[in-house]
């Protein structure tokens, strides 16, 4: 038995830095053992814990489309201790990383049908994931729409990324900020995600919505979502409970009878509707 | 495989702890402190109780100690080198006189940490101990374990099981094949099967309530906010009962010692707020009540569902270790009983 053990981190050397919004920053990880990188495989949706040797670990998704192979990205908000020590850290210094972990947005269940995606502030990176996994498979999907809302403009993450959906005429983009978040020159529209989607009112018909975002905002989408015809199954989201382990043991994300890191992060919103709600 | 009976003297007893300890093998054993009994290293058989009804902690700790180093890391201008733990030097190790009930809870924490993904210390250390239980010839009024599928002379679990015959005598049940092997390297000190009866030496906990009508009855009370809330009025969080726990198995992982220092396992409970607390502040669990149900619902419904195990063995800890004395036996009669 020579298996890796679960607990012990892959050494990832920060390849790039880019500022999204306040506080919030994405790193992009290259293995520093060419071996483990090569051995590595992920598919979107899946997550890893990501650690600062000294200060401990944090769980995130992986930011970036498994398309995009040599590195992984993640995106975080500067909160705690372990976000504050990785946001500290420079280009080429060192960061743990365990996984991938979890399980998928089935994208390929997915191929034929319109997708509409729906996030809500610092959710968009479980999001982008998926978004650049099917823009790089687009001929698979009919029509991709994008609803992104954030408190205030500067909150907005990804920005060279909106811009570029934007300019695609394969992707519809709606970017919306709450009101009084708001520059002079804002184009967008203006009001909280779910109000905006009730206004845009997208199609159902033959759609998959995918849904990330802060817990407020994923109950009141839900119910416009149901309003506007689509069935519990056809409605992803991915679930952020705290998490320490990764893999099923610790306890922490333990909701009903499932664990999230393990039947999740990903459930359909009629999974959902089985499980207690303490996510 | 089919259990072996054979006997052992207590003066046999005495030297095959000697022998283990000669053999380099640590020793955990139940040992008289002040006014409580607990686990610790022995030398002889004078060091270990019999008397007692149950230790204060359980035996988990052999397999999952209270904070346990995952790994070393050095860090150097921004470079980091991690050094694994040496499985090798971990100690081979008898855990001598835990009862019936603590050996069967071996079974939950293998459940929990080998599921699907190994763990691999806490495999190491399993493979490294030998489990050889005393029957219990008393119970209190905190003991169940006849409820949830044990009893107080029950061989699951166990690699040898002894049970005190009198006169110095004990029966030798040789359960497993460790068992069988640690027999097979002390054989001269074992006597032949003995004639007699067992059942009569052990205690008689009443089977108080159904685990299985436990769990049936829970899936429907999940939603019952009252019922919750009355069975942890009293429950201050503090999370005596998981620590005493021999199958509590939730941890919290933590750096320590700087940049150059280690990663560390440490036991955690889901009676504790913060067990979920996320950084934005908000809680899946904010209410004790809750949490309480939480340990309830992953012992009694989760983990036999998922891992095919109960979470509870019977022991009592929690209850008797509880500093605002709720009996977790009430608590689960009244479940078994309630009819949501």
Known sequence: MNARDVFKPFLMRIEQITEEAPDVRTLRLVFQNEDEGRGFIFRTGQFGEYSVFGEGECTFCIASSPTRQGYIECTFRKAGRVTSALAALETNETVGFRGPYGNVFPIDQWQGRNLLFIAGGIALPPMRSVIWNVLDLRDRYRDVTIVYGARTVADLVYKRELQEWAGRDDVKLVTTVDPGGETPDWQGEIGFVPAVLDKLAPASHDTVAVVCGPPVMIKFTFPVLARLGFAPGDIYTTLENRMKCGVGKCGRCNTGKHFVCKDGPVFTFAQLQEMPQEY | ?340
């Open chain 2, 1 to 340: 495989m089919e259990t072996e009976k054979r006997s052992i003297q207590r003066e046999a007893l005495a030297k095959l702890i000697e022998q283990w300890c000669r053999e380099g093998k640590r020793v955990l054993a139940p040992r008289k402190s002040g006014d409580k009994v607990d686990f610790d290293r022995v030398t002889s058989l004078s060091e270990v109780s019999f008397d007692h009804v149950q230790t204060v902690q359980s035996p988990k700790s052999a397999v999952f100690p209270r904070v346990e180093e995952l790994f070393s890391f050095r860090s150097a201008d921004g470079q980091v080198e991690v050094r694994d733990r040496e499985l090798d030097i971990l100690p081979e190790t008898v855990v001598f006189g835990l009862r019936p009930c603590d050996a069967a809870a071996f079974a939950a924490l293998e459940a929990i940490f080998n599921w699907d993904a190994p763990d691999r210390l806490f495999t190491a250390r399993r493979a490294r101990t030998t489990l050889v239980a005393v029957a219990c010839s008393r119970a209190d009024e905190y003991c169940f374990c006849t409820s949830v599928g044990g009893g107080p002379g029950a061989v699951a679990g166990s690699d040898i099981l002894l049970t005190d015959l009198g006169q110095g005598e004990f029966l030798a049940e040789i359960a497993s094949a460790k068992g069988r092997e640690m027999l097979q390297a002390a054989d001269s000190l074992f006597g032949p099967a003995l004639d007699a009866d067992k059942e009569s030496r052990l205690a008689k906990p009443a089977a108080v309530f159904a685990a299985d009508a436990v769990a049936a009855v829970l899936a429907g009370l999940f939603a019952d906010t009252a019922f919750w809330e009355e069975q942890s009025r009293r429950c201050v969080g503090c999370g005596a009962c998981a620590y005493v726990c021999p199958t509590c198995a939730c941890f919290d992982i933590q750096d320590e010692g700087g940049a150059s220092g280690k990663r560390l396992r440490c036991w955690d409970s889901c009676g504790f707020g913060l067990f979920t607390l996320h950084t934005s502040g908000h809680n899946p669990r904010p209410l004790q009540s809750q949490r309480w149900r939480q340990r309830l619902m992953h012992k009694f419904s989760y983990m036999p569902e998922r891992q095919g195990v109960l979470g509870c063995v019977g022991c009592g800890r929690c209850s008797r270790g509880c500093p605002v004395d709720m009996n977790i036996l009430e608590h689960l009669r009244a479940i078994a009983e309630a009819r949501p």
